[in-house]
């Protein structure tokens, strides 16, 4: 089964600078979805927000720009200063993060709170935008995934939102550890309330057959993959290419390339971390070999 869309997860902290050169120069990924901005207050000069997303423009693929914050207005017009940067194809709104300071500030996840304000505070947003340029990203509610559905249909029929992507848990749920049970169940009722608008299903997809037999159960239109990608660097490309790097041979790649963009020490020492997990040999070794 050809899954349309495959695209990596956003995550801040991690996506930065010679991570984004070597994932692009390896075409471990066919597009961006960028960390959020967050938005507060003033919107940022044009010059500013370039810096802040410029790795991820260096490269040939489309890129969405991810954006986060509480008043529609000053996000309107940050949203249209984004599109306008080159390989930007859309704009996303983050209305997911769990962060307790996030929500506090009724930002990223703590927008579920009110999941009936959500497809109105979108049209505010939308007002500054070219048609079929804003998407969401979405949790299934913020304590009760029953939430889902007000918003979904909300959002599906409100026109100004191409596409949903859907993270299966609860804000509350958090990152919880293992996938919840009730997963499938989840996406397929996301799909089903959010009529012809496409969702991207995501949450603990970690290998190419649970990514198809996912889509297939749920009439999910493409899927986003963002921790089990940390793992294994060419599992994004896997799903279009069965003969491409192993999980193993791609870590390996994934570190070279990542020292030929210039990450040394520290920075080098969290990735291997996530690459390996700090038990294993190749961790240790990485440790000696930066001094540490
Ligand atoms: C360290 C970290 C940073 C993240 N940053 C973002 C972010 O900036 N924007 C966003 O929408 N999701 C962010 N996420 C959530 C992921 O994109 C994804 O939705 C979540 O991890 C579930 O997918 P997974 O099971 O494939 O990891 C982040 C997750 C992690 C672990």
Redesign the pocket.
């Given at each position: 089964m050809k899954i349309q869309e495959i695209w990596p997860?956003?995550?801040?902290?991690?996506g930065r600078n010679g991570f984004i050169r070597a994932a692009t120069g390896l075409r471990l990924v066919e597009r961006w979805?960028t960390?959020?901005i967050r938005v507060t207050g003033s919107v940022p000069a044009a010059g500013k927000l370039f810096r802040m997303v410029e790795e991820y423009l260096s490269g040939v693929v489309p890129v969405t720009i991810?954006i986060m914050g509480n008043d529609p207005e000053a996000l309107g017009e940050c949203a249209a200063k984004l599109l306008a940067f080159p390989h930007v194809e859309g704009i996303n709104l983050?209305c997911?993060?769990p962060s307790l300071r996030v929500v506090r500030h009724h930002s990223g996840g703590g927008m579920l709170r009110h999941p009936e304000k959500l497809a109105e505070f979108c049209r505010k947003i939308a007002v500054f935008l070219p048609p079929e340029k804003l998407s969401v990203?979405v949790r299934s509610g913020f304590e009760n995934p029953d939430d889902m559905e007000i918003f979904l249909p909300e959002l599906s029929e409100s026109g100004v939102i191409s596409k949903i992507f859907f993270?299966y848990r609860t804000v509350t749920e958090m990152?919880s550890s293992s996938p919840l049970p009730e997963r499938v169940n989840r996406i397929a009722r996301a799909v089903k309330l959010c009529g012809d608008v496409p969702v991207i299903a995501?949450?603990?997809?970690s290998s190419v057959s649970d990514g198809e037999s996912l889509v297939a159960a749920t009439g999910a239109a493409g899927i986003?993959?963002?921790?089990?990608?940390m793992r294994d660097p060419f599992l994004l490309r896997r799903f279009h290419d069965n003969l491409t790097a192993d999980e193993e041979t791609g870590r390996q790649l994934f570190m070279v390339e990542l020292r030929r963009e210039g990450i040394r020490g520290g920075a080098l020492i969290e990735l291997a971390k996530m690459l390996w997990g700090s038990k294993s040999e190749h961790f240790r070794q990485i440790m000696a070999e930066e001094g540490y």
């Open positions: 997860g956003p995550m801040e902290g991690i979805m960390p959020f991810q983050n997911g993060c990203k993270h990152y995501n949450g603990d997809i986003m993959i963002a921790r089990p990608w």
